[in-house]
C-alpha cells in the first residue's frame, strides 16, 4: 500500500506545480463564499440551522449536505497555498479513495493495541480517545502530567500529548532549530512517560508541538512504525501547504498512519453554520483523496465563541459527522473545543455535549481535551482527559433523540458564558502529580456535576467513574 499512496500523493503534488493559478485572497474572499453559497441554494440548504435541536435527527437533510458537499469537492478541490494553484481532484478519484478506503485502522501494539472501525449514527461500537490536545505546559510538569493522561488503559487510548513550553529551558520559536530539537525532545519523553505509566506500546500522534513541518520531522524517527500516527493539519478553508505534504511523506517514511485535519470556520470564509458545514462535509472526502490520508480531523469552529460548544457550531458538527457517516466508510477524528478550564462545572458540561454529539452521530476518535481554550500555561489536568473518554465511549449507542433532548437541558447551563468562560485552576491547583490523583475540592466538583448527568439520562457508570477518581481506592495510583 506504501507504493500506490506513494504515487497517488505525487500525482497530487504534480497537480498543485499544473492546476489553475488562483491568487489567495481571491480564492479565500471570492470563490470560497460565492461557491458555497451556491450550492447550499441548489440544494435548499440555507436557512436548515436548528437551534431548538442542536443535534440532528434527520437522516435526509444528512444525506442532502453529503450529496452537496461532494459537488462542492469535487466543484472546488484544494489550494496549494504555495504554488497558488488548485489541486482539482476527477470523480474517479474520489471513488477510489471511498473504493479503496480501509475497514479498520490497528494503532499501537501488544496490548496498548487497539482497533479504529468506522462508525455510523448510533453506533454501539466504542469509538476511540486520543490525549490531549497540544496545550501548553511547564517542562518540569510534562513527564508526570502526560504519566497521568494515559493511566486507565479504559478511557484514553491514543498519546497526542501537551505541547512543551521550553526546550531545555529556552523558549520554543517555530521554524527555527530550537523547534526541530524540541520534536525530537518532545518524543523522547513520551516514551518514557508511557514507560513510567507500564503503556509502553500505546501509540503516539505527531509531536504535539510541531507549529511547522520541522519539528515534526525531528520527532518522527523516535515512533517510528508500531501503529504511530503522523499528524498533519491544513489551513482554512480547502487549503493545504507544501508543509502538509512534507509530513504526510514523512510519516509515510517511516510507516506512520496518516491523520490529516482541516477547519471551518462559522462567520469565516464558509460564512453560516450550513456553509461550514458544507466545508467540512467536502473537506472529509478531499483530505483522503489528496493527502491519501488513513482518518481526517476536520471539525467546525465558531469565531464568534473561540470554540464549538455553542448551538450552532454543535449542530454544523452534528450534521456534517453524520453525512459522512451514513455514506461512506471513512474515519474521522473530530474535536471539541471547551472554552472553560480545568476544575469547573462549566468544562464538564461543555464537553459532554459537545463528546456526547460527536459520538452519537458517528466519529471514530476524539482528541481531547482543550482546556481553557488552549489559551493559558499549565491549565490541563489528567481528569479532563479521562472526563472526555468516560463520556466520549459512554455514549456509543445511544440515540440522537435522547442526545438532542439532553443536550437541549445542557446548553443553558453554560452557554450566556461561552464569551467569558470560567478560567478555572491550574494543573498544580487542583491536581496532585506526586499522588497522579485529583485533589479533594476536584473529587467533589466532579462527582456532582457526573452525578447530575447520570440523573438527566446520560448513560455513565457510576461506580466506574468513582474508580478512575479514585473514590474507592481502586483508582489510585503508586506515589511516584
Known amino acids: 500500500m506504501y507504493n500506490i499512496k506513494v504515487q497517488r500523493l505525487l500525482n497530487m503534488l504534480d497537480k498543485a506545480f499544473e492546476g489553475p493559478v488562483i491568487p489567495m485572497k481571491e480564492w479565500d474572499t471570492k470563490i470560497i463564499p460565492k461557491t458555497i453559497k451556491g450550492i447550499l441554494k441548489k440544494y435548499n440548504l440555507q436557512g436548515t440551522l436548528d437551534t431548538e435541536n442542536p443535534i440532528n435527527c434527520d437522516d435526509d437533510l444528512a444525506?442532502?449536505?453529503?450529496?452537496?458537499?461532494?459537488?462542492?469537492?469535487?466543484?472546488?478541490?484544494?489550494?496549494?497555498?504555495?504554488?497558488?494553484?488548485?489541486?482539482?481532484?476527477?470523480?474517479?478519484?474520489?471513488?477510489?479513495?471511498?473504493?479503496?478506503y480501509p475497514d479498520q485502522l490497528i494503532l499501537g501494539e501488544g496490548q496498548d493495541q487497539v482497533i479504529m472501525k468506522p462508525r455510523r449514527p448510533e453506533s454501539s461500537c466504542k469509538p476511540l480517545v486520543a490525549s490531549s490536545l497540544g496545550i501548553v505546559c511547564s517542562e518540569e510538569n510534562y513527564l508526570p502530567l502526560v504519566q497521568g493522561i494515559v493511566k486507565y488503559p479504559k478511557l484514553v487510548d491514543v498519546l497526542h500529548g501537551p505541547t512543551l513550553a521550553t526546550v531545555f529551558g529556552r523558549t520554543i520559536r517555530s521554524g527555527t532549530p530550537y523547534e526541530t530539537l524540541m520534536g525530537n525532545y518532545e518524543s523522547h519523553l513520551k516514551h518514557e512517560a508511557l514507560w513510567r505509566a507500564g503503556r509502553p506500546g500505546m501509540a503516539c500522534t505527531g509531536v504535539a508541538g510541531a507549529v511547522t513541518e520541522y519539528g515534526h520531522l525531528g520527532g518522527a524517527p523516535v515512533v517510528a512504525g508500531?501503529?504511530?500516527?503522523?499528524?498533519?493539519?491544513?489551513?482554512?478553508?480547502?487549503?493545504?501547504?507544501?508543509?502538509?505534504?512534507?509530513?504526510?511523506?514523512?510519516?509515510?517514511?517511516?510507516?506512520?498512519?496518516?491523520?490529516?485535519?482541516?477547519?471551518?470556520?462559522i462567520g469565516g470564509y464558509a460564512g453560516p453554520p450550513e456553509g461550514a458545514a458544507l466545508a467540512c462535509v467536502a473537506n472529509d472526502l478531499l483530505i483522503p483523496t489528496v493527502m491519501q490520508s488513513d482518518y481526517t480531523s476536520s471539525y467546525v469552529y465558531?469565531?464568534?465563541?473561540?470554540?464549538?460548544?455553542?448551538?450552532?457550531?454543535?449542530?454544523?458538527?452534528?450534521?456534517?459527522?453524520?453525512?459522512?457517516?451514513?455514506?461512506?466508510?471513512?474515519?474521522?477524528?473530530?474535536?471539541?473545543?471547551?472554552?472553560?478550564?480545568?476544575?469547573?462545572?462549566?468544562?464538564?458540561?461543555?464537553?459532554?455535549?459537545?463528546?456526547?454529539?460527536?459520538?452519537?452521530?458517528?466519529?471514530?476518535?476524539?482528541?481531547?481535551?482543550?482546556?481553557?481554550?488552549?489559551?493559558?500555561?499549565?491549565?490541563?489536568?489528567?481528569?479532563?482527559?479521562?472526563?472526555?473518554?468516560?463520556?466520549?465511549?459512554?455514549?456509543?449507542?445511544?440515540?440522537r433523540k435522547d442526545a438532542n433532548e439532553l443536550a437541549k437541558k445542557l446548553l443553558p447551563k453554560y452557554e450566556e458564558k461561552i464569551l467569558t468562560p470560567d478560567k478555572g485552576q491550574s494543573l498544580t491547583e487542583c491536581f496532585d502529580l506526586q499522588k497522579q490523583q485529583p485533589k479533594p475540592h476536584y473529587v467533589e466538583l466532579f462527582n456532582r456535576v457526573r452525578n447530575e448527568l447520570i440523573d438527566l439520562g446520560m448513560p455513565l457508570d457510576k461506580a466506574f467513574g468513582d474508580w478512575y477518581m479514585g473514590m474507592t481506592g481502586k483508582g489510585r495510583s503508586i506515589v511516584l
Open 63 to 100: 444525506d442532502t449536505f453529503f450529496k452537496a458537499g461532494w459537488e462542492l469537492a469535487l466543484e472546488l478541490g484544494m489550494y496549494c497555498e504555495d504554488t497558488e494553484r488548485v489541486i482539482r481532484i476527477t470523480e474517479d478519484e474520489l471513488l477510489e479513495a471511498v473504493r479503496d
Open 302 to 399: 465558531d469565531i464568534q465563541l473561540f470554540g464549538n460548544c455553542g448551538r450552532k457550531a454543535v449542530w454544523a458538527n452534528s450534521v456534517s459527522i453524520q453525512a459522512i457517516s451514513r455514506n461512506t466508510g471513512f474515519m474521522r477524528n473530530k474535536i471539541v473545543n471547551e472554552t472553560a478550564g480545568p476544575c469547573t462545572e462549566m468544562f464538564m458540561y461543555e464537553s459532554a455535549v459537545g463528546l456526547m454529539n460527536h459520538s452519537v452521530s458517528g466519529a471514530s476518535k476524539t482528541t481531547q481535551p482543550r482546556s481553557a481554550g488552549g489559551r493559558y500555561t499549565d491549565y490541563i489536568t489528567p481528569v479532563e482527559c479521562w472526563w472526555s473518554g468516560d463520556v466520549f465511549k459512554s455514549c456509543a449507542g445511544m440515540t
Open 226 to 265: 508500531r501503529g504511530n500516527v503522523t499528524m498533519s493539519l491544513c489551513p482554512v478553508e480547502m487549503k493545504c501547504t507544501f508543509s502538509n505534504f512534507h509530513r504526510v511523506i514523512q510519516g509515510l517514511n517511516f510507516g506512520h498512519k496518516l491523520r490529516v485535519g482541516a477547519f471551518s470556520y
